[in-house]
T-cell receptor
């Protein structure tokens, strides 16, 4: 079974700092990987989708990379803002249309 | 496109009662998923529909759980004889099956509390 791990579990940074969130997975036979944001008590919002054949995706201040062979992905957030405070989750899709989620990184950006 | 809608937002029930949740996916999405999430954990897969066909079901899903998606549109998730361990946030998500367009879109969830 696919196991997804996210490190660190929690992160606190001052506003304006660049930061990196990590995601690792045990089975490299993935179809794609997605990064999500979740605000307290809310559903998840998809931030970036990386296909297994791609190396990275960018959206605004966010950049996600994928190294399938080593089972790792990173989410880079540039110039962090207090509004970025949320839990960030990564999910991998194996063939068979099942998504496996990590437990997330809780990010706090201090003004 | 109004996004994925879930109803109700909150449900409080007594142990042993049956509950039913509804999910309306984004209209052009043919894939629909149900997940369960407890505090501090990532969403856990429950079941998956491609149009009206239920193609995957988690082995963790007991016989008390059943899901339907008649006519490939909205979906319902029913839990019979609820137990306190069923208390969780139940999330519905939908996606397209077009290659490079498989982003998951989630609803706001139904928070279930079993007393």
């Amino acid at each position: 079974k696919q196991e997804v791990t996210q490190i660190p579990a929690a992160l606190s940074v001052p506003e304006g700092e660049n930061l990196v969130l990590n995601c690792s997975f045990t089975d490299s036979a993935i179809y794609n990987l997605q990064w999500f944001r979740q605000d307290p008590g809310k559903g998840l919002t998809s931030l970036l989708l990386i296909q297994s054949s791609q190396r990275e995706q960018t959206s605004g201040r966010l950049n996600a990379s994928l190294d399938k062979s080593s089972g790792r992905s990173t989410l880079y957030i540039a110039a962090s803002q207090p509004g970025d405070s949320a839990t960030y989750l990564c999910a991998v899709e194996n063939t068979g249309n099942q998504f496996y989620f990590g437990t997330g990184t809780s990010l706090t950006v201090i003004p | 496109d109004t996004g994925v809608s879930q109803d109700p937002r909150h449900k409080i029930t007594k142990r042993g009662q049956n509950v039913t949740f509804r999910c309306d996916p984004i209209s052009e999405h043919n894939r629909l998923y149900w997940y369960r999430q407890t505090l501090g954990q990532g969403p856990e897969f429950l079941t998956y529909f491609q149009n009206e066909a239920q193609l995957e079901k988690s082995r963790l899903l007991s016989d008390r759980f059943s899901a339907e998606r008649p006519k490939g549109s909205f979906s319902t998730l029913e839990i019979q004889r609820t137990e306190q361990g069923d208390s969780a946030m139940y999330l519905c998500a939908s996606s397209s099956d077009r290659v490079f367009d498989e982003k998951l879109f989630f609803g706001s969830g139904t928070q279930l509390s079993v007393l």
